[in-house]
């Protein structure tokens, strides 16, 4: 009696497989296995496009963006920079502000910067 089911899950497992056009049925009954196993495992296969253990570019942006409410030195320079502030460079940097000096138009212009969130600009000279 098992042997009849087994050969003929087997067999029903083979023909789906052939109807699918996945694999022939001579090849499931030579292997001796179910077909559905072996198709099902190529599925797998090719659901998984790249290996994900090693994807940390998430990580990254969220980084980038939360400073816990600090505005950082590069991110005072870029945007100085932005500004118009050529060859900007940091010259204080304390607890309550950021002053980046820098060119513009010949002459030299400071910025002072906020040490919060987005180095919201407090003035210029």
Same mark, same amino acid.
């Given at each position: 009696?098992?042997?009849?089911?087994?050969?003929?899950?087997?067999?029903?497992?083979?023909?789906?497989?052939?109807?699918?056009?996945?694999?022939? &049925?001579?090849? +499931?009954?030579?292997e001796?296995?179910?077909?559905?196993a072996?198709t099902a495992d +190529?599925?797998? $296969?090719?659901?998984?496009?790249?290996?994900?253990?090693?994807?940390?570019?998430?990580? $990254?942006?969220? $980084?980038?963006y939360d400073?816990?409410?600090?505005?950082? &030195?590069?991110?005072?320079l870029r945007?100085a920079?932005?500004?118009?502030?050529? $060859?900007?460079? %940091? %010259?204080?940097?304390?607890r309550?502000g950021? %002053?980046?000096?820098?060119?513009?138009?010949?002459?030299?212009?400071s910025?002072?910067?906020?040490?919060?969130?987005?180095? &919201? %600009?407090?003035?210029?000279?």
């Amino acid at each position: 009696m098992l042997k009849f089911l087994r050969s003929s899950l087997l067999a029903a497992g083979a023909l789906s497989a052939a109807s699918l056009g996945l694999v022939t &049925p001579s090849f +499931a009954a030579a292997e001796g296995r179910p077909a559905i196993a072996a198709t099902a495992d +190529a599925d797998m $296969r090719l659901a998984q496009r790249y290996d994900d253990r090693y994807d940390d570019r998430r990580d $990254r942006r969220e $980084r980038r963006y939360d400073r816990d409410g600090v505005c950082a &030195p590069g991110q005072a320079l870029r945007k100085a920079s932005r500004l118009g502030l050529r $060859r900007p460079e %940091v %010259v204080r940097d304390t607890r309550r502000g950021l %002053v980046v000096d820098g060119f513009k138009r010949g002459r030299l212009v400071s910025v002072r910067f906020a040490q919060e969130r987005g180095c &919201p %600009v407090l003035g210029v000279r």
